[in-house]
């Protein structure tokens, strides 16, 4: 069994889209073991994509991030973090397949609605960052 690391993006929230994103989710036969609602500050969010500084999408994206409410979460199942990323579909909306969280949700980049983790790595990392261990009941 796998864990991974789950954002519901500022746009989404706003779309008021987090319970139907949830459902995909639960309905692909993973399971939400932690969650919570939360703003992050610009600082954080340049922390949080801090492998990004530079990248000509860096400034808006930590903008974008720090705009309103996000959703955090810990996902777990069998390989679950690329099945979250085949969930989740292609990093532009424009190209994400039918079925997707990204082609249901997503807008123009930066706006994407989602985020999961790419590897154990920054599935340890992205965790750590956000929750303590007391905080994940799975
Ligand atoms: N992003 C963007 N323009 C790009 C590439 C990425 O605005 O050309 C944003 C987008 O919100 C994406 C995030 O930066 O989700 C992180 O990029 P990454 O390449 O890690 O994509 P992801 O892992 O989220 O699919
Ligand atoms: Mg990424």
Redesign the pocket.
């Known amino acids: 069994m796998q864990t991974t690391f789950s954002m519901i993006?500022p746009d989404a929230t706003a779309k008021n889209v987090t319970g139907a994103i949830n459902a995909m989710i639960e309905n692909a036969g993973i399971r939400i073991i932690a969650q919570k609602r939360i703003q992050m500050t610009p600082t954080q969010a340049g922390q949080f994509?801090a492998?990004?500084k530079g990248?000509?999408?860096y400034d808006?994206?930590v903008e974008?991030m720090s705009s309103g409410p996000i959703v955090v979460q810990v996902l777990q199942g069998e390989d679950v973090i690329k099945r979250y990323?085949t969930l989740?579909g292609?990093?532009?909306p424009a190209n994400a397949e039918e079925g997707t969280i990204r082609k249901a949700f997503g807008g123009e980049?930066?706006?994407?609605a989602v985020?999961?983790s790419?590897s154990p790595e920054s599935a340890a990392r992205e965790i750590s960052f956000f929750f303590a261990q007391t905080e994940i009941v799975g």
């Open positions: 993006k994509y492998e990004h990248k000509p999408f808006g994206l974008m990323r989740m292609a990093t532009n980049l930066p706006y994407n985020h999961g790419d």
